[in-house]
């Protein structure tokens, strides 16, 4: 009988053990095509500053977070198919994305900037000197959204499924210019492709601010923004940034 007893309460630990594993198992899904914020090293893995945020964040609710990559356009719907439990992805908090999810706090701040050739020094970015130019995006971004709506009856506006494919574009002379949030575009001109490149012009829009897009009504809001907390009072918000920018983006 006493080791039957004993059988029963070793199984119930396990099986509490179990459960608890469950729940602090979460995935966190990212496009890992987004340089210097996400995408993948020579081996494949996803890296970047969503990621380690992510992480940052996962350790402080003591949950075990796994990568769960995500076509950008497929990415909101992706999250509200359940196939991972929040989004952490550079996503800009939009009036039109929080009638599909809820957004934490914003974790960063970001800024819409032109790039263009270097001995283009005459290139100008108000909309009179724009008329007739051909100036790239990525599809489903505010730097699109932003082209459409300000520049739509004044330049061709083209869109691509990836950042990478609008700078492939840009180097083959497909478009005159890009517009696409600064610090991505600061990170492509340091890499021997952008070197030609700089930036042109004021930022355009300078109030975007970045959210984590989670399920409409999932508590686990809350406790991102409790970890984001944390983690800027601590200095680990800062010790990651400090690695991607000699200059804060909070």
């Known amino acids: 009988?006493?080791?039957?007893?004993?059988?029963?309460?070793?199984?119930?630990?396990?099986?509490?053990?179990s459960a608890t594993a469950a729940a602090e198992t979460l995935k966190m899904g990212i496009e890992a095509a987004y340089p210097p914020f996400n995408?993948?090293?020579?081996?494949?893995?996803?890296?970047?500053?969503?990621?380690e945020i992510g992480n940052a964040l996962c350790a402080k609710m003591k949950a075990e977070c796994t990568i769960v990559t995500s076509d950008w356009d497929g990415i909101i719907p992706a999250l509200n198919a359940k196939k991972f439990d929040f989004l952490i992805s550079s996503m800009s908090i939009t009036e039109e994305r929080k009638q599909a999810v809820d957004f934490s706090d914003p974790y960063y701040s970001n800024k819409l900037q032109f790039i263009a050739a270097k001995d283009k020094a005459d290139f100008k970015t108000d909309k009179d000197s724009l008329k007739g130019k051909v100036i790239g995006a990525q599809r489903a971004t505010l730097a699109g959204t932003w082209l459409e709506d300000h520049l739509g009856d004044t330049v061709e506006v083209k869109l691509y499924d990836t950042q990478e494919n609008a700078y492939l574009d840009l180097t083959s002379g497909r478009v005159d210019a890009i517009l696409a949030d600064k610090y991505v575009n600061y990170e492509w001109l340091k890499s021997d492709a952008g070197k030609p490149y700089e930036f042109k012009g004021d930022p355009v829009e300078e109030s975007d601010k970045i959210g984590i897009a989670v399920r409409k009504g999932d508590p686990i809001r809350e406790k991102l923004n409790a970890a984001l907390k944390e983690i800027v009072a601590d200095g680990t918000y800062k010790k990651i940034n400090d690695k991607y920018f000699p200059f804060s983006i909070y």
């Open 1 to 17: 009988m006493q080791s039957y007893k004993k059988f029963l309460l070793a199984a119930a630990v396990t099986l509490a053990f």
């Open 39 to 51: 995408n993948k090293d020579a081996s494949g893995q996803v890296v970047g500053f969503d990621v």
